[in-house]
């Protein structure tokens, strides 16, 4: 693995204009630092409000109204400084997205072939070249019948296999990113396992980085190498995953872990309150 990292992000910081009009801007992420090297899995965890999807969409400036400051590098190259039109192509490209809700995500009115082929059309490769990779893609995500199910819609496949579809449009051109935000989280507990499962598998196969964005960590421990804890818009502890599980040295990280349950445990007894945690300090620790 290359020592160089394929995603660079230092000192971020995200504002968005005030509630009111006011006119004033509020800056929601505070100097986050994050590195991800080329076939790397790293989660970006925390509560709703935490600051891990906003910094994740920052990486592909997703939200127009937002404001950027620091520096994030894709491969060596600014993306706070590239034009749109350069943004549009590494937006599909050399990163994938795979959002939380896969209904929302795709076209209701276009066909499941058609949509997990537009990555590779609007790059030049022929639709015939496009289809043939799109059924082999979604064979290899188990979509049984692809030949034929191309042919279907959205409203046709379970959530499941929905989302299935939606990584296979992610990863179609091969993108040396993917960033998963949530994308397990409408899934049962068993159809949650196997798209992990498959996205760790193409990570292998492919050298794919992965950034994966949970407020769970139950799935962390089997899919990721690294963790980055957030709250309140920080990065308030970095480190392996088995660093973060079995010797967490920060407050919330700790708050966090008591607050899973655990088969076997004393049933009677009341999870932790992450709340109870509040007046920890919220410095960032590495």
Do not use: C
């Not at 986050?32 to 910094?55: C, I, N, Q, Y």
């Not at 973060?244 to 966090?256: G, K, S, V």
């Amino acid at each position: 693995m290359s020592t160089d990292p394929l995603l660079r992000i230092r000192d971020l910081r995200v504002s968005y204009p005030a509630a009111g009009g006011a006119g004033g801007m509020a800056e929601v992420v505070h100097g986050v630092d994050l590195d991800l090297a080329p076939g790397e899995r790293v989660a970006l965890v925390g509560e709703s409000g935490s600051g891990k999807s906003v910094t994740a969409r920052a990486v592909l400036r997703l939200d127009p109204d937002a404001r950027l400051s620091g520096g994030i590098e894709l491969e060596g190259v600014d993306l706070l400084g590239l034009p749109q039109r350069r943004m549009r192509e590494i937006r599909g490209g050399r990163v994938g997205l795979v959002f939380q809700d896969p209904l929302a995500s795709l076209n209701p009115v276009m066909t499941i072939g058609r949509q997990v082929m537009q990555p590779l059309v609007i790059r030049g490769v022929s639709r015939r070249v496009a289809r043939r990779r799109a059924i082999e893609l979604l064979e290899r995500l188990g979509v049984r019948d692809a030949e034929h199910r191309v042919d279907d819609y959205p409203h046709q496949f379970s959530g499941g296999m929905r989302q299935r579809v939606v990584i296979a449009i992610a990863v179609i051109a091969e993108p040396a990113l993917l960033i998963a935000d949530e994308p397990t989280t409408a899934l049962d507990v068993r159809v949650q396992a196997r798209v992990l499962e498959l996205l760790h598998e193409l990570a292998a196969e492919r050298g794919m980085s992965i950034l994966l964005i949970t407020h769970d960590l139950g799935i962390v421990a089997g899919f990721a190498e690294r963790a980055v804890v957030m709250r309140h818009g920080r990065a308030v502890e970095t480190g392996t995953v088995d660093q973060i599980y079995n010797a967490p040295r920060h407050d919330y990280t700790r708050a966090l872990l008591a607050a899973v349950p655990r088969i076997g445990g004393d049933v009677t007894r009341p999870l932790a309150v992450i709340g109870a945690a509040g007046n920890a300090p919220e410095e960032e620790e590495s």
